[in-house]
């Protein structure tokens, strides 16, 4: 055979098809897509990643959603662990033939910029559920341990030394530097944003609540107030995540209306129009979508959310933040746990979005091995590199005090379905060393990162995630963020308060023993 007759055969577009798939896999899914007018990816079901592919009926979109709690993208959690807990084989998906990836996956990433005076901007998920207006954990505390004006329970018993559920796990850095404190207390944050600073974090991302049930910010996020008024706030930045609450829990709807004349309008004038929330260098606030469902138009007062009505959000949020500040807000969500190229770009391409901010790392499976954990990070970060994205990590998780003090998911934390979860072999040695990879990883890919971090938590001590100073380690976690990003003190002294406030116990405070038991 001639050499011209070998070129213009079938051989050579079989031996590229076979290059492309084995070394390419993404770019061959979507070639394939486009050639045959749909793309085939695997469901997977239980412990490993799965989709559940819905029509949106008047956009003729594919929705899907991943992972045990997914709710913006219109599912309950229920709905989802049902369909975990009871799988059937798996199945092959179908992209519905009016959407297809495009035959690239490589992704435009905006050109965005986030100034700092740190070579690294490094910031930390920041829970404001530790309040005397939290009316939420004070009655779940009063319901199972008899104690008044607490929003600590399950945490402050095991965190002193009581195992009423035996566990038998030291929780003894569960206790802050500050003790069990009231972030009502104003000197609670000033101090937060003290220690932070000192040792050179950027930001605070802050969880916020809005309660549909009473149709106003929630109790849970009273103390971002106290951030707003603080002394000390021009030595850190922030940014909120909004969350649906109600008393079924999070992933609550709202309806677009609401949303536009209320919800909108509240978190622009009090939050994101101040001049220390967390913006680009040319000015346009960033905003992470963290848990938000609209009701579709029609829908009855429990149906949950559409990709399209998210979508109409988004566009309303953007335009009263133009209207503001005269600025585009930077939009970001969390990145589903399929985490497949063609998912994110589907999600990117689809609500209108900047890009992604993920929340923590996953665990797989109960009782898994920190390290275990932190090994699929680099996985989780493959697919993201090729979008606008702020990485994330933790430093352990284990919510056993808090969840199992609930009665909820008693007796056992078998399930991840429970909302149970922990790792084991948690060590500060072992978040060192991967946060040195995260910064080669930063250094490797600063347009799309802007070379920023969001660690898993400043002080999420029911479910384990804390560099908030404790007790038993001071400011070994914060000491070793420094250390390894080279940050600097915004303080002339670094800022380190020798009294390790003694926890203290209310009178009349029965500790270590839940009611029921």
């Keep these: 055979m001639k050499l011209s007759d070998f070129l213009n055969s079938k051989w050579v577009t079989f031996i590229l098809i076979l290059f492309v798939s084995l070394f390419f896999p993404e770019d061959f899914r979507a070639i394939n897509c486009n050639i045959r007018g ?4 695997r469901w997977e079901l239980g412990t490993e990643y799965w989709r559940d592919i819905r029509r949106e009926p008047h956009l003729k979109l594919v929705e899907f959603v991943s992972g045990v709690r997914y709710p913006f993208l219109g599912f309950s959690s229920e709905e989802t662990i049902e369909r975990i807990e009871r799988p059937t084989e798996k199945k092959v998906g179908l992209y519905n033939n ?75 850095d569960r206790i802050p530097l500050l003790g069990f404190y ?27 609540y809005w309660d549909v049930d009473k149709n106003q910010e929630a109790a849970i996020s009273a103390p971002l107030h106290r951030f707003i ?3 000390q706030k021009n030595k850190i930045k922030f940014m909120i995540a909004p969350i649906m609450l109600g008393t079924m829990g999070e992933g609550q709807s709202t309806t677009l209306e609401n949303w536009q004349n209320k919800i909108v309008p509240y978190m622009v004038d009090n939050y994101i129009s101040d001049p220390y ?74 609500l209108n979005i900047d890009g992604f901010q993920c929340f923590n790392i996953p665990i797989e499976k109960q009782g898994e091995a920190y390290e275990n954990t932190l090994f699929r990070w680099a996985k989780l970060m493959e697919k993201q590199k090729t979008f606008l994205h702020i990485p994330c990590t933790n430093t352990g998780v284990d919510n056993r005090p808090w969840y199992l003090s609930w009665g909820e998911t008693r007796p056992d ?31 490797e890919n600063p347009n799309s990162t802007c070379k920023m971090l969001t660690i898993y938590a400043w002080n999420e001590w029911g479910e384990g995630g804390a560099v908030e100073p404790n007790k038993k380690e001071g400011y070994k976690y914060l000491d070793i963020i420094q250390n390894v990003f080279g940050l600097s003190s915004r303080y002339s002294t670094p800022y380190s308060p020798h009294d390790t406030a003694t926890p203290s116990i209310p009178s009349g405070f029965q500790i270590g023993k839940p009611n029921n038991e």
């Design 38 to 41: 749909n793309c085939f990816t």
């Design 182 to 208: 009231d972030q009502m207390n104003q000197e609670i944050i000033d101090t937060h944003i003290r220690q932070a600073a000192s040792r050179g974090l950027s930001f605070f991302a802050i969880y916020w």
């Design 98 to 172: 009016s959407y297809c990836p495009p035959k690239s996956f490589h992704n435009q990433i905006p050109s965005i910029k986030v100034s700092s005076d740190q070579p690294y901007i490094i910031g930390a998920w920041y829970f404001t559920g530790w309040n005397s207006s939290n009316h939420s954990l004070i009655s779940l505390t009063k319901k199972h341990y008899g104690r008044e004006g607490d929003p600590w329970g399950g945490v402050r018993d095991y965190a002193l030394g009581y195992d009423p559920f035996n566990i038998g796990v030291d929780y003894s």
């Design 413 to 443: 934390c078998t399930s991840l379905s429970t909302g149970c979860f922990y790792t084991t072999n948690i060590k500060s040695e072992i978040f060192e060393q991967h946060l040195k990879t995260i910064k080669e990883y930063l250094d």
């Design 229 to 231: 008024s603080s002394s």
């Design 277 to 350: 929330y967390l913006r680009t260098e040319d000015g346009r606030p960033i905003i992470n979508i963290f848990s938000v469902n609209i009701k579709p138009t029609g829908g009855g007062k429990f149906s949950r959310g559409s990709l399209s009505s998210l979508r109409k959000a988004i566009e309303v949020l953007k335009v009263e933040v133009l209207r503001k500040s005269g600025r585009t807000p930077v939009i970001l969500v969390r990145p589903p746990q399929t985490n497949h190229s063609e998912d994110l770009l589907f999600i990117k391409n689809n």
